[in-house]
């Protein structure tokens, strides 16, 4: 039998035939296509034609296609709906992949023919996309230890491909805790939790196969149970569980993996010529160096504490009044915030999310997207990956754009966390290739017949997904490697951040905030209150998250330590970290650093993109108008259609006419008055 992910595909739209590809296809089909991607590499560099651009960089883009075509579909389903198997096959492919990578970036030959180009250049005739291409190619060729020889060569392979294989332990070892950890709540341990808590819990024990209520690690479970539960000794037991993922010795102990991580990057760095990792790192994004970055994070941590140890002082008392004395500790205050968030501002979680559908908030960001682009949504009867996964033709025009999957529940087989892939992303190389684009969440799955109904903070998380798609999406470019999002670390976070904002704008949430049981507007006084109360506990909001940044960038500029736990301390309690607020992600399950190196130093970037994603918005209320037609299309043209073609300083001071300063994000947060 032909194997699916091999032959041809006559599915609309060239999807995956997701109905016929098993298990059993992945590892002869990677086997195969790694296997015609060292031959088409071994052509370009055996070939004895003088380099040009076309026989050795667009062929060098072409030679890996199939290998591309079947990890498209692997990576995405191996994320979103693991299993042993699938587990054992990215345990096998990872260091093979590393293997291959180190073998194509030291291939001499290969590097002396993209060399040749390199200093021809001028007399190449190059469009600006092909210039970038061979700037971008040469580039990645060097930082990967093209220059190297002898020993440092063949140890910098090594030390890539045992951390290829760290960063996949990693992975399934926080799966595997926040799979196995759960706690029946009965009785009395249900009081105060509101009904879609509750439906919550109830939707998870029936996936553990047991009858009644349980609370797991899951982000859209966890973090509710917190809120509102009155019960503060399980309130405690819970948040301990969630902190302790990736921590809790014997197989699924992940400190071991950060440590070995940290000194492996560093030594990665010094073969490379460099003094950290983190100098290595952010020399090719827009920071550029350590120190940039943490003058940002300093300017911000500053105020951001400051409101955090006023609101603790507040929290503290409403404790107290309650007749608990002692400090406010970690579990405490998001069930106090939530009381205070009741008091000052009449809102209560309970009561918002009937007027948050997951459904409504799915129309909401087509419809956006739609008014700001032109695009429009089909939905599709075609086999997906999951049944609870949904596929959409969007088209423009009459034209067809991409395919776009969301795939919204948590389930114990996803890992945690929300993000944007694509299982095939736009090119016109060898033919105009439209993408299919991908949204994973993890929210809440409701029980069956029930409307699915999100926080608000759930809404923004689906915004900013949606926003990484349209980056997808709207890609216009040549070449694949500059493709979508293909674009600095901490650049690629200013399109999703940035449509965050249009689920902000009232006349959006007065059309689809509805009720989903009278299906009434949400009333008028409530949406002034929600977006009155935008910045309630942003303090806390700020400081988990730039202490987390702040650890991240330590890491990786100081000698790495065996005991990473307790380098996270003198870390932290260097800056003062509040007592009762946690690292949004704590070293043994900080996976945007150590699942792969995609955010390590890097864990910044949302931040340093929050700069530009708060003035870009104001342009538009600037002109009064947040659907204003020229200034989306100068956002399509400048920032979403470019991909990594051009350097994203230049495309964001085409787009905003100068780059922006810090004082718009500490407005857009409340720390500092607006003027």
């Known amino acids: 039998m032909t194997n699916p992910l091999l032959s041809d595909w006559t599915t609309p739209f060239n999807m995956p035939p997701f109905d016929r590809i098993g298990d059993e296809d992945f590892e002869p089909a990677f086997d195969a296509a790694i296997a015609e991607a060292r031959a088409n590499i071994a052509a370009v560099a055996e070939n004895t034609a003088a380099p040009t651009f076309e026989n050795t960089i667009e062929a060098m883009e072409q030679a890996d296609a199939l290998l591309g075509r079947v990890l498209g579909v692997f990576y995405n389903i191996a994320g979103s709906d693991s299993n042993d198997k699938r587990q054992e096959l990215q345990r ?47 580039r990645n060729f060097v930082r990967a230890g093209a220059q190297l020889s002898g020993a440092p060569a063949e140890r910098l392979k090594d030390v890539k491909g ?61 973090v509710p149970f917190l809120q509102f539960s009155p019960r503060r000794d399980l309130r405690e037991q819970a948040f301990k569980a969630w ?129 700001l682009f032109g695009l429009s949504f089909k939905l599709l009867d075609i086999p997906l990956y999951h049944a609870d996964a949904r596929a959409w033709e ?19 087989s996803k890992r945690s966390g929300a993000w ?12 105009d290739t439209r993408p299919i684009v991908v949204n994973i969440c993890n929210f809440a799955k409701p ?33 694949e490697s500059i493709s979508g999002t293909s674009v600095a670390r901490d650049f690629v976070e200013l399109p999703s951040q ?31 209150r929600l977006l009155a109360a935008q910045n309630f506990d942003m303090g806390f909001a700020t400081v988990e998250y730039v202490a987390s940044a702040l650890v991240d960038l330590e890491f990786h500029t100081s000698e790495p330590s065996a005991d990473t736990m307790a380098q996270q301390a003198e870390i ?19 996976a945007h650093v150590f699942a792969g190196d995609g955010y390590s130093s890097g864990y910044y970037s949302y931040m340093w993109s929050e700069v530009m994603d708060a003035d870009a918005f104001a342009a538009f209320e600037e002109v009064g108008d947040p659907f204003d037609p020229a200034l989306a299309q100068k956002l399509e043209a400048r920032i979403l259609s470019t991909g990594g073609s051009e350097d994203p300083v230049d495309l964001y001071t085409d787009f905003r006419g100068r780059m922006p300063g810090v004082e718009a994000l500490l407005k857009g947060r409340g720390l500092i008055a607006a003027e």
């Open 162 to 222: 045992r951390l290829a294989v760290l960063g996949t332990d990693f992975t399934q070892n926080l799966l595997k805790d926040e799979a196995d950890w759960f706690m029946e709540i009965s009785g009395d341990a249900l009081e105060g939790l509101p009904d879609f808590v509750l439906a919550a819990a109830k939707a998870a024990a029936k996936d553990k196969g047991i009858e009644g209520h349980v609370i797991t690690l899951s982000r859209s479970l966890i």
């Open 572 to 590: 932290l309690a260097k800056i003062e970290m509040p007592k009762a607020i946690r690292m949004r992600h704590a070293t043994p399950q900080f």
């Open 243 to 371: 902190e302790a993922r990736g921590a809790n010795g014997g197989e699924t102990d992940n400190l071991a993996i950060t440590a070995e991580t940290l000194a492996l990057r560093q030594e990665r760095a010094l073969l490379l010529g460099y003094d950290t990792f983190s100098d290595f790192k952010l020399e090719t994004e827009m920071a550029k160096t350590p120190e940039a970055v943490r003058e940002l994070l300093m300017a911000v941590w500053e105020p951001a504490k400051a409101q955090a140890d006023a609101d603790a002082e507040v929290l503290t008392g409403m404790m107290q009044a309650d007749g608990i004395n002692g400090d406010l500790e970690a579990w405490d205050w998001r069930y106090y915030a939530a009381k205070r968030r009741k008091a000052e501002h009449d809102l209560d979680e309970a009561e918002l999310k009937p007027y948050l559908q997951l459904e409504k908030m799915i129309e909401a960001s087509f419809d956006c997207a739609s008014r």
């Open 92 to 138: 096998k492919f990872s260091p093979l992949l590393a293997q291959y990578g180190s073998e194509i970036t030291m291939n001499t030959a290969l590097f002396r023919r993209i060399e040749t180009l390199w200093e021809t250049r001028a007399d190449l005739g190059l469009t600006d996309e092909q210039m970038r291409v061979l700037t971008l190619t040469r």
């Open 394 to 412: 969007v088209l423009r025009d009459g034209k067809h754009m991409a395919v776009f999957i969301g795939d919204y529940f948590a389930r114990p």
């Open 420 to 431: 944007c892939s694509a299982m095939r992303s736009q090119k016109k190389l060898g033919g």
């Open 447 to 479: 029980a069956t017949g029930t409307p699915a109904l999100l926080s608000y903070d759930d809404a923004r998380t689906l915004f900013h997904e949606f926003g990484h798609a349209l980056h997808q999406m709207l890609s216009d470019v040549t070449y």
């Open 498 to 528: 940035l449509y965050e904002h249009w689920l902000e704008v009232p006349e959006v949430l007065s059309k689809y905030a509805v009720h989903a049981e009278t299906g009434e507007a949400m009333p008028k006084d409530m949406l002034d």
